[in-house]
């Protein structure tokens, strides 16, 4: 026989101002099965928790309900409170009487009744529980960092500290990611090459870390601690272990048409190039869509002139496959297509850029060798107009309805920078809002306004035109009630930044969800910021939220600390909620092994007893319980019911209905 | 058993997967977006937890509507679990029709853990197209109502 | 039917005898002509073996039981048969290597009960002319139109080709009415939903639970019945205060859907002449229509819908509707 105990809790006034509670205890006090039950003010607090485990010693409990908020917010809280007072954790139910009542009803005696309902459904399903005990699986030591960024960068450098193999998927010729393209960085203006090309250096020194460049995540199987990880190498026509990066065969390559992606298509590139200076590794790569040789077999002559024998056109490409504990995803970010903005003339003029172009034309790297020159005819040029939030917080459909929170920064210290090395330059900025919180940057964006003189103008745009060479920006200026039109010679539009579109395929294959923005999901927007609601699997940088440099670097390390914490486990303790066959029902049919999306099903030729001394050979599925995520298509597919989910039992689902229509 | 009374209570019970569904129900809650407590949540770790067999189940114990919520298609926490759950269902809930349970008595949502405001007013929406039904005819044979 | 009768004999006696095989799975006499049953034959016994138009039974389920015992088995298909063999091989049920499969000619078998309740009683054998059948009784001979005697399961037959066999045995072409198949179900759609529950529960309602349907149907092969089993909530309950017959109908037509050849053997076998097919066949024509056609059984490899999915399927809203 079962003894359960009831608790319900007042959530201070969040329950109890809506919910009966006294009357909720003495409901259920008269249920079936219940031994105890008792209401507190709060049930998750040292105190609650105290009275549960002395409720659970005191009435001898079998399984305890506790009538509380989301069993998302506290389940594993009294999970450990009733292990702590000797119970088996999973003997334990949630009535979520918060979220689903107190929080939604306003009439107290409607309230109380659900509440009531919904604790005796906890009691019909607990009074079936069954004491579950998690398996036990190894932890590959082993980490795989997608995405070879800043945040890639970091997450990997700081779980290598702490002596853990790494492997850095990056998808480009060179890590670095979209920060190699600054130029400066806010609100202290260091160089973003300075400080950024030392932490990649590091990366390709440490012992510890593995450098895939030019590489993707082909296929994901496997589950925390033991991800099985396929990476494609993709052909760069150029052995990595035999180039010494010295640029000849860039010298020597007649096709010079390839744009200069690390330079925003600004300039141009041979086929055989090394993506800028300081790339790592420093290795050459070809463009197969511009080399001659490739396209027509025409040419060889980067070949001939290598003079360590390292370009090899027949390289295709290779996979490696691994093992990982841990996958951190720090896939990035991009500024998003303009074509839905013909009013701000990008497609038309050269002379209209977006930020991190600007970035790039002021990068003493940078195709203008750092002089600001405009792109049109190459001139200096006297008035630069900004506009902000091109495609953010835009709720048209047009652009993205969320701020992207780094455009106000760097306007602000592109404007800085224009200003300082060019003061005769006039600079003009249109804003909606000016959104500068963080250590600094208000001040920061203040300088730009005080000691810069650069001209704040709250209003939109409404159309860039093109008359007489002269770009005509027109807008509103809010605060004066006024249209105006400011001639410039080069404008400059802070575009939204999106998740890299890689990023739903890495979500696919990785089992993790994305938000209608593309930006992979949480497992706790609050509490569990840098974790994927798949265990093991964690996020850092922009492909979780727009955010700069420090936060990035911040998240990146945080996602360490977490990936460390799990590598340094020796086993894993499972999710004991998986299916389990009851071979004496099953058929062998095949069908739960088609819907399960893990391979966890397997089949087996076993021999039963059936009676008078003779046995049988019969083929049974057999679930691995390691694999087993827990979903439950199987249990639906056995037309037998000889599969069953712990934790979720379809007879105690069946009891969960029949105690909700109890009129 | 209860004194027979006029007016009828309808009953809903709503299957939310713990990911999607079940938190976009918690949302809904911290939001304070109200919903008929006629609804009724049994949580289930993915959608396609749902046995058919809980749907009819629901009905014979005198639900008045049932409702599946799931995470969007190409969201589901298990990949491919949202995948089967439309299909049973669409033929589960096509079958109910056919044995004369009005089709607006059965749905099914995809609602996303971000969703709080659709939770409720899907909860919503279908508990005014079940009141509006009234009470369902219960899935019983003659032969045992004598 | 009597050559094809002779010939099949033949070649049991033959394999029988030749030790190609060890038992047979046919036909059998009863104590009347419309009483045959399936049985097990051996190279001693061959006594009794028959096949006329009474031999409706699919014979393929009892492959299940009887290829357990071991050695190889002679197993007498007719073409809608063999679906129903080729699913139970794609479910590992019966070991294709144990089986020589003949297919043998049908060109639909008749019900006892629509012949005595167009008067003709005292029946003591029949015999198939082209599209009449003539009836030996003991008032006389009489004669009416095969299609008026057909069974059930045999006026929408839905196919005549052999999804398998290892030889057949045929002589006259085979008539099939395929295009009909799905007019009973039709005819319910266009019922309004008070119709509908009415229909299904008057028909339901007759049900006796013997569970003759479930141990005839070659989907329903578990080695152990959900209905049976205590443990899953919802096993058959002597004292069911409501519901038990439609949840059981449901469930069983659900849990064979898309492993559910159309054989027709749930309705045959029915002492309350509950058409039981007709749920089955729904799945089949929403299948069809919502996922493409499929013919379960008619290839070992294929995947049964309700266990495959696109991720551009309809959702329920918009092929049952539901949204006011």
Redesign the interface.
Known sequence: MQRIGVFICHCGSNIAATVDVERVTEALAKEPGVVYAVNYQYMCSENGQQLIKNAIAEHRLTGIVVCSC????HEATFRKTAEAAGLNAYMVEIA?I????S?????IE??T??AI??AR?AVAKILLDKPLTAGETGVTKRALVIGGGIAGIQAALDIADAGYEVDIVEKRPTIGGRMAQLDKTFPTLDCSACILTPKMVDCAQSDKINIFSYSEVEEVKGFVGNFDVKIRKKARHVDETKCTGCGVCMASCPSKKGLNEFNMNLNNRPAIYIPFAQAIPNVAIIDPEQCLKLKSDKCGLCQRKCGVGAIDYKQEDSFVERKYGAIVVATGFRPIKLDNFNEFGYADNKDVVTSLELERLMNAAGPTKGTLLRPSDGKHPKVITFIQCVGSRDVSGCGKPYCSKICCMYTAKHAMLIREKYPDTEVHVFYIDIRTPGKNYDEFYRRAVEQYGVDYIKGMVGKVYNENGKLMVQGSDLLDNKQIVIPSDLVVLATAIEPDPSVRDIA?KL?I????NDFL?EAHAKLRPVES??AGVFLAGVCQGPKDVPETVSQASACASKVIGLLAKDKLKGNP?VSHVDENMCTGCSQCEQ?C??GAITYIDKEFRIGGGKTETRRVASVNPAVC?????C???CPSGAMD?YG?S?AQ??K???A???? | M?EITTTH?P?I?AFCC???S??G??L???S????P?EV???????S???????V????????DGVILCG?H?????????N??T???????????????????R???EWV???EGAKF?QVMNDFAK?IN?LGEN?????????K | MQKIEELMYKRASEMLESGEVDRVIAWKKGETCYDVSPATFTKDNLEGFVYDAFCGANLSKYLVEESKKGGKILVFLKPCDTYSFNQLLSEHRIKRENVYVIGIECQGKIDANKLQKKGIDGILSVEEKGDKLTVKTLYGDKEIAFEEALSVKCETCKSKEFAVSDETIVLNEMRDNREKRFEAVER??KMT??????????E????IRCNACRNVCPACTCTHCVFDNDKS??AGKAN????????FH??R??HV?GRCTDCGECSRVCPQNIPLHL?NR??IK??NE??GEYQAGAAVTALN???????E?????T??????
């Not at chain 2, 304070?32 to 919903?35: D, E, H, P, T, V």
């Not at chain 2, 298609?73 to 679990?81: E, I, K, L, Q, V």
């Not at chain 3, 339901?204 to 049900?207: A, I, T």
């Open positions: 989301s069993p998302r917010m979520n918060r979220e689903q009542c929080w939604i009803h306003k009439d409607e309230a009744e659900k309902v919904l459904t696919t089992t969800s994305i938000d209608t999901t609601p798949t909620c819907v999306p893990y995520q827990g979903c439950g298509a249990t639906v597919t989910l979720f379809s689902i069946l969960e209905v029949e909700i229509c109890k009129r | 209860q209570k009953l019970v713990n990911w999607c079940y938190a129900a918690d809904a809650g911290s304070r977006l109200s919903y407590a009724k949540i049994i949580r289930v770790p993915c396609c937890r749902v046995n058919p067999i809980f009819l189940k629901a009905f014979q114990r005198g639900a995470c298609p190409g969201d589901c926490h298990y990949s491919t679990g995948y089967h439309r299909r049973r269902m669409a033929l589960m809930f096509s079958m109910l029709n056919y044995f004369g349970i009005e089709k607006e059965t749905r099914i996303s853990a971000a409720s197209t509006e005819r219960r899935l019983e044979d003659l032969r045992c109502k | 319910l759609e939903e008070e119709e509908r529950y009415a229909f299904w529960q008057a339901l309602s007759k049900c909530g919802i069911a205060d409501s519901f038990e017959e439609k949840l449901i469930i037509s659900y859907a749920i729904k799945y929403d299948m919502f996922y819908p309700i266990v495959d999915f696109t991720k399927d309809v959702e329920a809203a092929v049952v509707g539901g949204k006011k």
